[in-house]
């Protein structure tokens, strides 16, 4: 499978074209996929960038409260309503940009990679929809909103902001749509699909029922008195009925990023174990069990609004706590498979397992969230749950996706990663950054410090310069993370140019090695047009520890090897 | 032990935990006072929460950028005064949009311990129950607690509104020496003592 590595290019390069309108015409109606994917990930980084700039204003600002003056906002020009603002630009923009941007840029480059159909299936559609999202998202940042809140109401947005989210969600359900397509693009009869696929499947699935809800509630504010286009013709929406129908679509999103690489993070957890997943059955279990539960939590967001007891207690009690029963379970199973492994902590490794504590950390805390009095008094509406909110998507989330990034990306660039030592600052950085930032929120969150204030007394101002410093901490590493790849990009080592990336084949090989251990092995199921290794056993050399290289410690941990029947690792990979 | 049993028993660990919590925090559930905690909380239910014994009531309307209290000190609509040691039931309403009723710890001020609060939405009435249990009393006898808007409620074109919206809730001693100074600063207009159970 592995090509002259002589005459080696930048697979990127392949079929790519070299006029200035020939690259102009690519860019904006990119047909070829690892192009789209890569247009994505430029567009998620700017949208990175541009959002962290924001926070970076915000954390400065809550860093110099104390003064009860609006330092550095002041020096600069800003008011009161910019800073609002600026919370506006950086909370849509990091999750509809950043989030939304990267994880369809992994998507687009999966699901044609793992299945092996190599084409983009609807890139009108796909193209159309990325361009919504820019537009939406642009005009956003100029809107002038200081009410990201939508489900504030009857707060007032300017009517820019209404029609840049409608733009931007229609953007949105295009890709959804694009990319389901995708996935079915010539589906063989007997095609099933990979892990990572079904993964994303189902995301696209539960985001884009969520997104129609979300339309429907911003074309009634348009229609209404509110919208601000002078339409009134409708009345303004009532507020419960807008708060449900804005969190249907909101808490399915919490997840969105998660799950379009839990996948590729199950994946990528037996390719440094060199062993299959644990249990890949109970993988494909515990999809549809997501799906149900992260349509039904939404409800907890509607602490205030007057629904019947039992459907508070069945979906936002119960269904949220929940939620945590499938999502520990697939860390358990990443863990077990790593276990005992003793894989190679590069950068991608060490982001995954911080994600997985991230996660677990950020579930845990979230749990005095719930709208449960005797402890929802501390907590709740103060700094508590921006701390929740960024341990969730910038440890857990943005974690997965950099994990997963360090590995699509020199893929798509055909170089490999610049510098690896760049690659752990970045992670040292973000994570140590961000771990600052939220232990700081959850903290003056639970001495009483209100969210969505400018200013704070002065007994929370070492904790917001803590933040801050955790923030500029965590902007350096993303720097960072750029440098490598631009530094990548143009100055990297040319990959040999496989035809199929490596994770890709042994993710596949790993995957059916599992289903044969596991007895659901089907001959006549195919999961993808690429060749790979079936029976992996036949293939390759178990490597069994032999007893003599049991220490004391290792004696210990023997019966849990055995109770988990973990000894055998497949030297597969090669390198 | 094979794949399959520890799966299974890991799973049903993971269930029976939780299901465990939901049954600890049920007595919970948007259940009104509970005497045990001090605490109470209504989620615009039509009926206000049941509550053995003596209890004061104070009206909360909520409008940009002030609460306002029913009673409330003469002349200072955004400052009440309450007994201490009788819970406390607070009636809060919304005038224009959402806002959050927020009685803070703070440093400078009388502490409880913990925060608490409840949301005031257009259309619909939310109650808490606190019942304020201050051990610090300034000279004349009050013990003040400060309230802020906790839910973003706006702001004008030059800066203020949600982020200046606060209030005071002074609170004075259960005994002749506190009824006298809260009747003196309410102007004789005082928060009414209401009995026993409380219903629809």
Known sequence: MELDSKQATPVLNENAPNTFWGILKDFVASTDYKHFSMKLFGFGMFWLFLAGAFALVLRTQAGFSDTGTLLPLQDLGFSTIGYFQAMTYHAVIMFFGTIFTLGFAIAYYTIPTVRGTRHLAVPRLANLGHWLVVLGLLMVAGSNSQYMFTFLIPLKNPASFYVAELIQFVGDELLIIALIAQAYYN????EKFTIPVAFIIMNCVAMGLGIITVLMAIIWTILSPLGGLGLSILAIPNVEVFRAAFWFESHPLVYFGAFMVMGLSIWFASYYARRPIYSEKMVRYIIPVLFVLTMSVYIHHMAVDPIPIWVRDVFAQVATEMIAVPFVLVWTLILITLKFSKPKYDASLLFLITAIAGNIV???TAEPLQPVPATDFTVHNTMWIPGHIHIMMATFTLGLF???????????LGRKIYSQGLAIFHFVGWTVGMAAVEAAFKYIGLIGAVRREIAWPSIYEPWFQMAMIGAWLAGISIVAFAVNLIMTWRMGEPMPPRLVPQWVTIGLALETQARINEGTYKEDVVYTRLPYPVGLKVVSQPVVRPPSELGFFGK???????LFKREEQYSVGGE | MNKRRVLVIWTL?????????????????YAGYLQANNVGEGVAQADRPNIQGQYQVVYVTAEQWQF????????????????????????IRSV???HGFYV???GQFATQGIQFGGMAVPGYTDYIVWNFQPTVYTSNFQSIYHVMCSEYCGVTAHGLGHPWMDALIIVVPNNSTGISIQSQMLAGNLPPILNGTVGG
């Open chain 1, 402 to 412: 950099f994990a997963v990034m360090y590995y699509i990306l020199p893929d798509l």
């Open chain 2, 68 to 91: 306002l209290f029913d009673p409330h000190v003469a002349g200072s609509p955004t400052v009440t005064v309450v007994r201490a040691n009788i819970p406390v039931l607070f009636i």
């Open chain 2, 104 to 106: 803070n710890t703070e």
């Open chain 2, 13 to 29: 660990i993971l269930f029976l935990t939780v299901v465990a919590m939901e049954l600890v925090f049920t007595p919970y559930d």
């Open chain 1, 187 to 190: 589906k063989l009869p007997n």
């Open chain 1, 362 to 364: 950020g579930g845990a």
């Open chain 2, 96 to 98: 224009d949009v959402t």
């Open chain 1, 556 to 562: 210990l941990k023997d019966p849990f090897i055995k």
